[in-house]
């Protein structure tokens, strides 16, 4: 799904104006990266957990030249995702809700 996708899905939940939609999509991206930039965790119940890992330098070759080369340590974002997600992402959830709805 492209980010136009995204907000126009958002727009039309929140029954807002497409400028509504862009602003909430927005403002959860900058929540995210302006908490991720400082260092600290992100967690999102029903969806996972966002953190920042350090890498270290390692040795990696460029694959023109053959060449071998130094790949400097840098920061770089993790994401697991929740329970709920990956039973959702696996058709799970459905399947659970139904069951348990049988059983009323």
């Not at 260092?39 to 460029?62: D, E, I, M, S, Y």
């Not at 697991?80 to 058709?91: C, E, H, I």
């Amino acid at each position: 799904m492209s980010l136009a996708n995204f907000k126009a899905k958002i727009t039309k939940t929140l029954k807002g104006s497409k400028a509504e939609g862009d602003r909430a999509v927005r403002a959860v991206i900058d929540g995210i990266v302006d908490t991720l930039s400082g260092g600290k965790p992100l967690r999102l119940p029903g969806l996972g957990t966002f953190r920042v890992a350090q890498t270290k330098a390692r040795k990696g070759r460029n694959l023109r030249t053959g060449q071998a080369i130094t790949i400097p340590a840098a920061k770089a974002v993790r994401f697991k995702a929740s329970p709920t997600l990956k039973r959702a992402v696996n058709g799970k959830a459905k399947k659970a809700a139904a069951k348990a709805k049988g059983r009323r």
